[in-house]
């Protein structure tokens, strides 16, 4: 590996600010093994409660579920109701209810795509 600045350019330093800031690798794998999980069921839920079959993968149900509480995390937020005294039950409205949306537009499509072929 080279010396001086060229090296200071190859290290790879972790981030100083965000969700993940001064955690291990170990920390970061849970937390990203966590949000997969929350998504998941987040997905599974709005499949639920939505009235037909939606044939989408588990693992687009995940994502799309995972998509959901980011979402409904950042407007919970926005709004002023991300972190309250109880349990913040308007923010997991709000992820359930984007979860609802996502899986609610992207069913149809990912049924049309597979059809299609």
Same mark, same amino acid.
């Given at each position: 590996?080279?010396? &001086? #600045?060229?090296?200071?350019?190859?290290?790879? !330093?972790?981030?100083? *600010?965000? %969700?993940? +800031?001064?955690? $291990?690798?170990?920390?970061?794998?849970?937390?990203?093994?966590?949000?997969?999980?929350?998504?998941?069921?987040?997905?599974?839920?709005?499949?639920?409660?939505?009235? &037909? #079959?939606?044939?989408?993968?588990?693992?687009? !149900?995940?994502?799309? *579920?995972? %998509?959901? +509480?980011?979402? $409904?995390?950042?407007?919970?937020?926005?709004?002023?109701?991300?972190?309250?005294?109880?349990?913040?039950?308007?923010?997991?409205?709000?992820?359930?209810?984007?979860?609802?949306?996502?899986?609610?537009?992207?069913?149809?499509?990912?049924?049309?795509?597979? %059809?299609?072929?």
């Amino acid at each position: 590996m080279p010396n &001086g #600045p060229i090296r200071a350019m190859l290290v790879i !330093t972790p981030p100083t *600010g965000g %969700a993940l +800031a001064g955690q $291990g690798p170990e920390d970061i794998v849970f937390q990203l093994l966590w949000i997969l999980l929350i998504g998941f069921v987040l997905g599974v839920l709005a499949k639920l409660l939505l009235r &037909g #079959p939606q044939s989408i993968p588990w693992w687009l !149900t995940m994502l799309l *579920g995972a %998509a959901g +509480a980011w979402l $409904g995390n950042a407007v919970a937020g926005w709004i002023g109701v991300a972190h309250t005294s109880g349990i913040d039950w308007t923010r997991h409205a709000l992820q359930l209810g984007f979860a609802v949306l996502l899986v609610a537009l992207v069913a149809p499509a990912w049924g049309n795509r597979r %059809a299609g072929r």
